[in-house]
């Protein structure tokens, strides 16, 4: 029971954090932006003052999870804010359990396919859209979100 408690209330301390965290910017969805073979869908953080060639961390969720509970359970917006660089958040697109793909041919081959083509395709139009440096891409995860890259 207690570690029951002890989660709820993390979630809630996590949820409290993040509801009033000042943000300079917005989550915003991004519908087109290059191959996405199974219709993986995307949110993105820009904060307003991005370094020149920003990083971009990508936050896969958990099983379960959204992208909207990503951006709400982390800190990594207002860490943007702060140190000027770009968080892109995924959605899967497995609404039976909302898990990753992270074990079939597709998702394990280059430009095979799967959920992992269409988060490299976000990724890719990040770096265009706002001058991004390719060699400065992060990604961080829990559960199925941390077995990706």
């Given at each position: 029971m207690?570690?029951?408690?002890?989660?709820?209330?993390?979630?809630?301390?996590?949820?409290?954090?993040?509801?009033?965290?000042?943000?300079?910017?917005?989550?915003?969805?991004?519908?087109d932006f290059g191959p996405n073979p199974r219709n993986v869908s995307f949110y993105i953080y820009v904060p307003r003052n991005l370094q020149k060639k920003p990083p971009v961390l990508v936050?896969?969720?958990?099983?379960?999870?959204?992208?909207?509970?990503?951006?709400?359970?982390?800190?990594?917006?207002?860490?943007?804010?702060?140190?000027?660089?770009?968080?892109?958040?995924?959605?899967?697109p497995n609404t039976a359990?909302?898990?990753?793909?992270?074990?079939?041919?597709?998702?394990?081959?280059?430009?095979?396919?799967?959920?992992?083509?269409?988060i490299v395709s976000m990724v890719k139009w990040a770096l265009q859209k706002y001058g991004g440096d390719k060699d400065r891409v992060f990604v961080t995860g829990t559960s199925s979100g941390a077995m990706y890259f």
């Open positions: 207690k570690s029951i408690l002890e989660s709820s209330l993390t979630a809630l301390l996590l949820a409290g954090a993040a509801s009033s965290q000042q943000l300079s910017s917005q989550l915003t969805q991004v519908t936050v896969p969720h958990w099983c379960h999870g959204t992208a909207q509970d990503a951006f709400n359970g982390r800190p990594y917006a207002s860490l943007g804010d702060q140190y000027g660089f770009i968080s892109i958040y995924p959605n899967s359990d909302q898990c990753w793909d992270v074990s079939s041919n597709a998702s394990l081959t280059h430009n095979g396919g799967g959920d992992a083509q269409g």
